[in-house]
């Protein structure tokens, strides 16, 4: 294995990482049981396993961050994909998106109904349409196109959502739209052997949102982000607040330009940025030494993340 490795500029060996999130704003730590706990590790460990085997078979980030983000969106225990959470009229819509940190080319959709993996189909707007982002009908019509089944909205339907919505819908204030302790959007990033970065988000939004409502995930530089002269971002928390700051932009601008570690950079935005705005969330950042952010300013975040030849780490609330 190691003969095929590419040797960097610096005569480093190239090394290849990976990064994923489940969302933040988990649930308090004394709501959670040991069981649950378990299952949600057991979700985060499959998808971790998913991009990390494309990196180690040489796979691109891109294949790496869509892979793992799959695998996340099918398990109905995210808010992604089948487990999505509900619009306040009680339907399911999801957004995504994609970004090449070599190119910066980027694809998103916002608003699908009936898209099973809404990361596929933002991949597929970024390498075969002339197009960032499209939306709603028009996405899904683009999805027929290029030979993508539709699903229908039953498949996204949990009776756990559901249950939130209702408990939204007859005041419960603890679950309102501006609140995150019911959320759960997954991401990943991921720098490949070719030291290339990549970042993916996919969401459900957030409980009782109003329809058409679209929050950071799908939008470029707010909630993902991938510059290879910087890091790659997936971020996760209240999509309003994390639109409004920039948040991955952000993040790769102060190392670009401000000279910041990846950890500083996280950090200060996450920390400082966020909390300033009363934004409450989190990031994953991945930079081209395979360095590796993981920060929050809520209760928990779901995590992990596995370095080349590394253990797997995974973790939801602090150390
Ligand atoms: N950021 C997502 C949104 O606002 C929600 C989340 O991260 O859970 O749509």
Redesign the pocket.
């Known amino acids: 294995m190691i003969a095929l490795r590419r040797w960097s500029d610096q005569g480093k060996q190239q090394m290849f990482a990976l990064a994923i999130h489940g969302?933040?704003?988990t649930l308090p730590r004394a709501e959670m049981s040991g069981e649950r706990e378990l299952k949600y590790q057991a979700g985060l460990a499959a998808a971790l396993e998913a991009g990390y085997s494309v990196l180690q078979g040489r796979g691109t980030s891109l294949d790496a961050v869509m892979r793992a983000v799959m695998a996340l969106e099918d398990n109905p225990l995210f808010?992604a994909g089948r487990g999505s959470v509900f619009t306040l009229d009680g339907h399911n819509e999801l957004?995504a998106a994609i970004m090449d940190g070599r190119t910066l080319q980027a694809g998103a959709v916002c608003g699908v109904t009936h898209i099973r993996n809404p990361i596929e189909l933002a991949r597929t707007v970024m390498e075969h349409s002339e197009f960032v982002m499209l939306n709603g009908a028009g996405a899904e019509e683009f999805a027929l196109s290029r030979g993508m089944a539709l699903v229908p909205q039953s498949y996204f339907y949990t009776p756990e959502r559901w249950q939130q919505l209702e408990r939204i819908r007859g005041g419960d204030v603890a679950l309102s739209a501006l609140t995150?302790s019911h959320?759960?959007?997954v991401g990943a990033v991921a720098l490949d052997v070719d030291g290339r970065l990549a970042a993916a988000t996919s969401?459900?939004?957030?409980t009782g949102?109003r329809y058409s409502?679209?929050?950071?995930?799908p939008i470029i530089g707010a909630?993902t982000y991938a510059d290879d002269r910087s890091c790659a971002v997936s971020?996760?928390?209240?999509?309003?607040i994390?639109i409004r700051a920039a948040v991955a932009h952000d993040i790769c601008s102060r190392m670009r330009f401000g000279g910041r570690s990846l950890r500083d950079a996280a950090r200060e935005v996450v920390l400082e940025e966020l909390p300033a705005l009363r934004g409450e969330?989190g990031v994953i950042a991945i930079d081209r030494n395979g360095e590796i952010a993981m920060e929050f300013n809520s209760e928990g975040m779901f995590r992990a993340c596995r370095k080349d030849g590394g253990q797997p780490s995974i973790a939801i609330y602090r150390a």
């Not at 969401?203 to 957030?206: I, K, N, R």
């Not at 409502?213 to 995930?217: A, E, K, L």
Request: glycine share 36%; net charge negative; proline share 0%.
């Open positions: 969302g933040a704003g808010n957004d995150i959320v759960g959007t969401t459900g939004g957030m949102k409502r679209i929050g950071d995930s909630g971020a996760t928390g209240h999509g309003e994390f969330g």
